[in-house]
């Protein structure tokens, strides 16, 4: 009785082949190049470029303040996902900062406050729901072990925040792009072996299992098996 | 890639299983691309969540975990929840529990989803005609009060399912506050019976069964791995029978007439007719021939012939189950729902017992039970007969004001008992629910109660092992829902009604508990212990364990008392037992709206989301009847109708339908799915205990002439390997090895 079935349900599944691979046969890209997420409204238009933007001797009431991106997403460096700060983190300081306690977006943010209400920011980075992103992994590796400075490597994936006001997304964020990063050959050490960075404590834990090459170099691959974001 | 050559040449070919599968594996990878392109997902359109204010263990994306105690049934085992960004994720044991050491049920699982469900009741409702209006909680106080000004004590009464615990205590305090002595205590499926039986036996109710200690487990129809009084301590223990005392694995021999999850575990399953385990037990110490004084006399008349003629169970059976208890001891025998079922449920229990005393298994195999220091707290048990008597006077217009807490009687009493109609004469009812259950849209007045996630309290289980223990209940999360109460928080508010002086120092529930349990630290073992360490690990670990005192068992065997009714002929109008299957994810009911039960297929027949009719396929040939064949199964109270499965674990002069669907109210997942049949059940009750024979029930079937596809993982809808077999096996004089090597 269900051998019937089997004709029509072969065909279904080809035209649904058929017609997904005519609206797909664009290859996601395989580079760094920058890809601009949409223009996110949000609720109180946060300058980033404020907070994490390069001192201006010339102004300083223009120039950014180099605030350490950790500094307010702490979740990052402790979590796969890394959260939006609480508005307690804001308050902390912006109570004792009586000079903006006026401006209209800190007004605002006081409002919030005294509400006891979380603001309700809108998503700018997301991936889809079968993949882990792991924030805890990146800053282990690029801050921590090799010392990279912060903005750098916050950077690699959120562009040149301290440049922004509301933040938007800069980097397709698909898997061709993550492997591009990941495929590639990655020195960790210097010329000579001498490792970059901190990473001398680290190797005295586990050292990296690759070969040198001519010039002594070792390079190594970010992880590179499915599972480990596909989990 | 694939390109438009090989599609072509795919498309004039008859397609084989692994081209099919090739052609799904591309539109898998288109749908995956289309996924990770930038056409991302909820970029600036989603809210993310974020904190006010944040502790710093709180880290979004890291669970901090939590104990506390399964709601779902009285067994009561310890739970660990995960929480995450402030919401309750997953339900796992608290592998510090004497009674389920870290595991949990299918049906604990589904914890998460009586509290996310969305037909909970969120506001306090008032009927209005045949709709519930919202009303705030100081207007629902006013008008309890109101209704019972005047009342008098009798004119009020109090259902409720099993309850213990600081609850218990308060609920108490506030009936004696009303002046009520009609509390009455209903589970619609309890080991009421048994426990009657194991007073005159032992001399308790429930004594610890050590299966991990037994060589040999003989037992009549109790589900112990299923739904049987503590499910998932016995699984555990289960495994260590298995694993066997002194080398010797465990033997497990099941008697029952319809075969449960236990059953089907058994080395041997033995069918036996409906009624007669009572008189197979007899049979047994007849054969085992060690019984002395008034047994070895009342056994006599019991030879193996004409026990295998009453029970259908053969001689051969009834003499290898004999010498395998004779052989090998400590054994031990259970008493389980299907031996008690019966008018004469009581005798079976006790011959059942006998069995046990005859083999010297007490306080071997069974020892006595701890208690909890504080009776007050111990729990409240009840079943059917306590439900008979509130309405005999619902019936007779006794009650003015009704109250009714974790019970759904319109749901669960038999239909013979006509609870509906009687329950409409009550002058005003009150219903603390969960959801708009059967029994709350009767109601008059609804209130909303917090998930038992979101709400305070202890809990002591009837059923307890090593020592014993005072179980946490502790919010999980906030309440998802304003306007929603806790039990103890609502008891509390009446209480302060009826006695504002001696309440007015506790604001709430939370304090009550906090202060009661501070009362007696030394007792609960915190002594010199500050308040606020004592109370911080009291909810860090989520029970208080006690050592309890312990009781002696009686070990004398008496046969005085047992007689078993004489055996009655088969009804000609209604000729087939009707067994109510009780399955280890459903129970009575109160749960059928979590959608994982109903998703989650029936261990022995793989049913999902709909009920059926197990019948034995000599009777289905007999009947002309096959599987999916629509049904009418009538009793003398009503009928039903259902698809059939056939079934060969059920006798053939039965049928079984399982309990826990067939809702018409209660929510999206539970309405309109199944038959309830306890709505054809007819009111036969136990002749020493007045409980419920809910095996009674006798019914005759008919076709419908309609005919269903039944939709179940097994057999055929399910199983189609494209032709092929899982593994194809000869047997090995079928082999030709010359031919082969
Ligand atoms: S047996 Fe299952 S449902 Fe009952 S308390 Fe234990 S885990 Fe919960």
Redesign the interface.
């Known amino acids: 009785m269900?051998r019937f079935l089997?004709l029509p349900i072969?065909l279904v599944?080809?035209f649904?082949?058929?017609s997904?691979?005519a609206?797909?046969n664009s290859q996601?890209a395989l580079t760094t190049e920058d890809?601009l997420?949409?223009?996110?409204?949000q609720p109180i238009e946060f300058p980033h470029n404020r907070h994490a933007g390069n001192h201006d001797a010339s102004d300083p009431a223009k120039g950014g303040m180099e605030i350490n991106c950790q500094y307010c997403h702490t979740?990052a460096r402790?979590?796969?996902?890394?959260?939006?700060?609480?508005?307690?983190k804001c308050i902390g300081c912006h109570q004792s900062i009586e000079s903006v306690r006026n401006k209209p977006r800190i007004v605002e943010l006081f409002k919030?406050?005294d509400a006891?209400?979380?603001?309700?920011?809108?998503?700018?980075?997301?991936?889809?729901d079968?993949?882990r992103f792991n924030h805890e992994r990146h800053i282990k590796r690029f801050i921590e072990q090799q010392d990279r400075p912060v903005q750098e490597a916050c950077g690699y994936c959120h562009g040149d925040v301290k440049e922004m006001t509301v933040a938007r997304?800069q980097k397709?964020?698909?898997?061709?792009w993550c492997a591009s990063c990941h495929e590639k050959d990655h020195p960790v050490t210097a010329e000579g072996g001498a490792p970059i960075g901190n990473q001398a404590y680290w190797y005295s834990f586990q050292k990296p299992v690759a070969a040198q090459d001519a010039a002594a170099v070792i390079k190594a691959r970010g992880p590179n098996d499915c599972w480990q974001c596909h989990k | 890639m694939?390109d438009s050559d090989s599609?072509k040449q795919?498309?004039g070919h008859p397609?084989d299983r692994r081209d099919?599968l090739k052609?799904?594996g591309?539109?898998g990878t288109?749908?995956a691309?289309?996924?990770?392109?930038?056409t991302?997902?909820?970029?600036?359109?989603?809210?993310?969540?974020?904190?006010?204010?944040?502790s710093d263990y709180m880290?979004?994306?890291?669970g901090v975990y939590y104990n506390s105690t399964c709601a779902q049934c009285d067994a009561g085992c310890n739970i660990n929840g995960r929480v995450r960004e402030g919401r309750v994720l997953k339900l796992e044991g608290n592998p510090d529990s004497g009674i389920n050491k870290g595991k949990l049920c299918g049906l604990g699982q589904a914890g998460v989803q009586h509290h996310y469900n969305p037909d909970r009741v969120r506001e306090p409702l008032l009927r209005n005609g045949s709709k519930g209006e919202a009303i705030t909680w100081d207007k629902a106080y006013a008008l309890i009060a109101e209704k019972l000004a005047g009342v008098q004590g009798d004119e009020i009464a109090f259902l409720s399912g099993g309850m213990s615990g600081h609850l218990k205590v308060l609920l108490g305090n506030y009936l004696d506050s009303l002046g009520t002595r009609n509390h009455f205590v209903y589970e619609a499926i309890a080991p009421s019976v048994v426990r009657a039986a194991n007073v005159k036996a032992y001399g308790v109710e429930m004594p610890r069964y050590r299966l991990d200690k037994a060589k040999v487990v003989l037992s009549f129809g109790a589900d112990f791995l299923g739904a049987w009084v503590s499910p998932v301590h016995f699984s555990q223990q289960y495994a260590q029978f298995r694993k066997g005392v002194d080398g010797q694995r465990g033997v497990l021999i099941q008697v029952e007439s319809k075969m449960t999850l236990t059953g089907a575990n058994a080395d041997r399953w033995l069918v036996v007719k409906p009624g007669t385990e009572g008189v197979l037990a007899l049979g047994i110490i007849n054969v085992l021939g060690t019984a002395t004084g008034d047994v070895a006399e009342l056994v006599k008349g019991y030879d193996p012939v004409r026990v295998s003629r009453e029970t259908g169970v053969s001689v051969s059976h009834i003499e290898k189950v004999a010498a395998l208890l004779r052989m090998r001891s400590p054994s031990l025998v259970l008493a389980g729902s299907a031996a008690e079922g019966y008018a004469h449920g009581s005798q079976n229990a006790a011959a059942i017992n006998l069995l046990n005393q005859v083999l010297g298994n007490v306080g071997k195999t069974i020892e006595a039970p701890v208690s909890v220091p504080f009776p007050q707290m111990a729990p409240a048990k009840g079943n059917t007969a306590a439900l008979k008597s509130l309405n005999d006077g619902l019936a007779a217009g006794k009650y003015k004001v009704v109250f009714n807490f974790a019970a759904n009687p319109v749901f669960t009493a038999p239909g013979a008992m006509k609870f509906k109609d009687n329950f409409a004469k009550a002058g005003f009812k009150v219903a603390f629910a969960h959801y708009l259950d059967e029994t709350a849209l009767q109601a008059d007045l609804v209130l909303p109660l917090d998930s038992a996630l979101e709400d305070w309290g202890t809990q002591v289980p009837e059923y307890m092992t090593e020592g014993a223990q005072i179980n946490i209940q502790q919010p999980l999360m906030e309440r998802l829902h304003a306007n929603t109460r806790g039990m103890g928080d609502i008891v509390l508010a009446l209480l302060k009604q009826r006695k504002a002086d001696e309440y007015k120092g506790f604001e709430d529930y939370y304090a009550y508990l906090r202060g009661a349990m501070l009362q007696n630290k030394g007792a609960l073992g915190g002594g010199g212990v500050d308040d606020d360490t004592f109370w911080n690990e009291t909810l860090t670990r989520g029970i208080v364990k006690l050592a309890g005192a312990t009781g002696a068992l009686t070990t004398h065997a008496t046969a005085a008392g047992l007689v078993f009714p004489a055996h009655k002929e088969a009804d000609e109008h209604y000729p087939l037992h009707l067994i109510p299957g009780v399955t280890a994810s459903l129970r009575d009911g109160r749960h059928t709206n979590q959608p994982w039960l109903q998703e989650s297929p029936d261990p022995l027949t793989t049913i999902v989301w709909d009920s059926w009719v197990e019948i034995h396929p000599k009777k289905a040939t007999e009947l002309g009847i096959v599987e999916g064949d629509i049904v009418e199964v009538t009793s003398r109270t009503g009928s039903v109708k259902a698809q059939v499965y056939l079934f060969p674990g059920i006798h053939p002069e039965a049928v079984s339908i399982p309990v826990g669907r067939g809702h018409d109210a209660m929510g999206r997942y539970a309405k309109g799915y199944g038959v309830n049949p306890f709505q054809i059940m007819d009111t036969v009750f136990e002749a020493a205990t007045g409980e419920l024979a809910m095996h009674e029930t006798r019914v005759k079937i008919s076709k419908t002439g309609q005919r269903v596809l039944v939709v179940k993982d097994e057999g055929a809808a399910g199983a189609?390997q494209m032709g092929r077999k899982i593994a194809s096996r000869v047997s090995t004089d079928q082999i030709d090895l010359s031919k082969e090597v």
């Not at chain 1, 997420?37 to 409204?41: A, C, L, R, S």
């Not at chain 1, 402790?78 to 307690?88: D, N």
Request: with cysteine.
């Open positions: 269900h089997r072969l599944g080809l649904m082949a058929v997904s691979y609206a797909n996601p890809s997420g949409p223009q996110v409204q979740y402790r979590s796969a996902v890394a959260g939006i700060p609480p508005l307690q919030y406050w006891k209400k979380a603001i309700p920011w809108k998503k700018v980075h997301d991936l889809p079968f993949v997304r397709p964020l698909a898997m061709g | 694939i599609v795919l498309a397609f099919f052609v799904l591309w539109s288109a749908v691309l289309s996924g990770c392109g930038n991302s997902i909820e970029d600036g359109r989603e809210t993310v969540v974020s904190y006010v204010e944040a880290v979004p994306g890291i189609l």
